[in-house]
Every structure is written in structure tokens, then in C-alpha cells.
């Protein structure tokens, strides 16, 4: 049985950092494209940031390009994000998936509050 958990989440003050994790069991999606996205309850879940299979190429929504740095360890199967200088604005609940296809095997998701 595939099991995906993102955690890291949390409330943190504008100008802060967090990081995120993603590990995922039950499957090995180190051949798979990893990526990060974010749904808050204004919008519809939207794209964050995504990393190849290899690590070596990586793509970024423009509202978190320079801020957000996303990496993969395959030995753990997980997948991170690394958020700085975070705004209220990116206050949602956080998902990682893998790009199965489709992307797919997603997480429950972590709450990211960033107060004013």
C-alpha cells in the first residue's frame, strides 16, 4: 500500500522559513518527477514547485520563484521545500504528488500559516 506524508507545516511570522518534507512508502517514485503544490481555501489547489526524476531540472510557480527551493533525496523516496521569506499570501495547506502519469499519489497535505 502506497503512503504519502508531507509534514513541516506549521505557523510561522512573514519574512520566516520552513521546510517541508514529503516521504513517501509503498512505492519507489525515485523514476518519477516530484512536485509541490498548495491549495488554500480562496483558490483551487494550484502548482508550487516541481524537481525531476534526476534532480537536475527544476520548475517554479513565478509567486514563489527566488523563495522556494525544491530537492529530492531518492535513497529516502522523499521530496522537500524549502520555503523563505515567506508571506501571508502563501498560507495554504501544502500537497506533494508524483507526476505518475498523471500526478498522482498524493499526501493529506501539511497547514502552512504565515501571520502578518
Known amino acids: 500500500q502506497v503512503r504519502v506524508v508531507e509534514s513541516g507545516g506549521g505557523l510561522v511570522q512573514a519574512g520566516g522559513s520552513l521546510r517541508l518534507s514529503c516521504a513517501a512508502s509503498?512505492?519507489?517514485?525515485?523514476?518519477?518527477?516530484r512536485g509541490w503544490f498548495r491549495q488554500s481555501p480562496e483558490k483551487e489547489r494550484e502548482f508550487v514547485a516541481a524537481?525531476?526524476?534526476?534532480?537536475?531540472?527544476?520548475y517554479y510557480a513565478d509567486s514563489v520563484k527566488g523563495r522556494f527551493t525544491i530537492s529530492r533525496d531518492n535513497a529516502k523516496n522523499t521530496v522537500y521545500l524549502q520555503m523563505n521569506n515567506l508571506k501571508p499570501e502563501d498560507t495554504a495547506v501544502y500537497f506533494c504528488?508524483?507526476?505518475?502519469?498523471?500526478?498522482?499519489?498524493w499526501g493529506p497535505g501539511t497547514q502552512v500559516t504565515v501571520s502578518s
Open positions: 504528488a508524483a507526476e505518475i502519469g498523471d500526478w498522482g499519489a
Open positions: 509503498g512505492r519507489n517514485f525515485s523514476s518519477y518527477a
Open positions: 524537481i525531476s526524476w534526476d534532480g537536475d531540472s527544476t
